[in-house]
């Protein structure tokens, strides 16, 4: 069974009796501008290549308001195993990554953080609590993300340049919050394969997008509720075969290869090999910038060269 998503209109009007007005300013609202994909990548790479891990542990029960011992576990795996395989995969491959924490994941493991951060790693906004934005009035996502932004900067010892929302839920609001906060870039958007140039109604921002996918996200493939019918469906080697997919498309394109992962999902013993598979298939293919989000969407808004911002 679909369910229908319902929208709230305050005013009875259904979007087909919308004025052009009001659903080109709905588009506008947060657009994609100009491509930030810059004529070449650092040492004349041929890829980029982004590895992030969403580090949620034990914010999603704690978000439902779900006191389940069980459910809590699940996450509590995420640092309890996750981590440790991930920081040591992350060493014997000597590449960086970005961590997006919420902030309550790191005041529950804050030691957990400066290590990461000891690695060479960067920490980056993910929530205070895995809240869903669209659910919260502005002046609590607000309130929340310079929060947690304070939060991660006393832990982590440096104060996070980059936000990636909860689920991606990026709200009508986030624009707003993320120009206030004088961010340096966003990684919640999907309308590219590469990094893009935010527009709010229709004006440069000067902010960079690292576009996500769920195509590149291990979560899809492998979330399991057990009392819906919620049922990971994909072993690990179809998943491998996705995300080898997908980095080959970037590096053939000399583009932008973006993959987000959960150390309680691909922590995991059957799991983790998919990412160190994946890093050596990038090493054999060479010529590859292994870097963090921060790192990109710096180079990228030094060195990209086309388009000029106006909205297509």
Not at 25 to 39: F, K, M, Q, Y
Not at 204 to 210: D, F, K, Q, S
């Amino acid at each position: 069974m679909v369910m229908e998503r319902k929208v709230s209109r305050p005013d009875g009007n259904e979007p087909w009796q919308w004025p052009e007005s009001r659903w080109r300013g709905i588009v506008n609202r947060v657009r994609a501008g100009r491509s930030l994909r810059p004529p070449s990548w650092p040492g004349g790479a041929r890829c980029a290549f982004a590895v992030s891990f969403d580090a949620d542990h034990d914010t999603i029960p704690l978000r439902d308001g779900d006191e389940s011992p069980m459910r809590i576990s699940q996450g509590h795996y995420g640092s309890r195993r996750g981590i440790p395989r991930i920081r040591a995969l992350l060493q014997a491959a000597g590449i960086p990554a970005t961590f997006f924490y919420p902030a309550v994941s790191a005041m529950l493991y804050p030691d957990e953080v400066r290590a990461l951060v000891g690695d060479g790693h960067e920490i980056g906004i993910h929530s205070w609590i895995h809240e869903r934005n669209t659910l919260l009035p502005p002046e609590d996502e607000l309130r929340l993300s310079l929060r947690a932004r304070e939060v991660l900067a006393e832990i982590g010892g440096v104060e996070p340049v980059g936000m990636r929302t909860a689920s991606w839920d990026f709200s009508v609001h986030t624009m707003s919050i993320i120009q206030q906060m004088g961010l340096l870039y966003d990684s919640s958007l999907m309308a590219d394969d590469d990094p893009y140039e935010l527009l709010a109604d229709g004006r440069p921002t000067g902010i960079v997008e690292l576009p996500p996918e769920w195509i590149r996200d291990d979560a899809i493939y492998f979330n399991f509720e057990r009392f819906s019918a919620l049922r990971p469906y994909t072993p690990p080697s179809g998943v491998a075969e996705v995300f080898r997919a997908e980095f080959d498309g970037a590096y053939a394109e000399g583009g932008l290869f973006l993959l987000t992962l959960h150390p309680h999902v691909s922590g995991h013993r059957s799991r983790i090999g998919i990412i160190s598979d994946l890093i050596a298939h990038a090493r054999v293919r060479g010529n590859v910038w292994f870097a963090t989000h921060a790192d990109i969407a710096r180079w990228c808004m030094a060195n990209a060269t086309s388009g000029d911002g106006a909205v297509p």
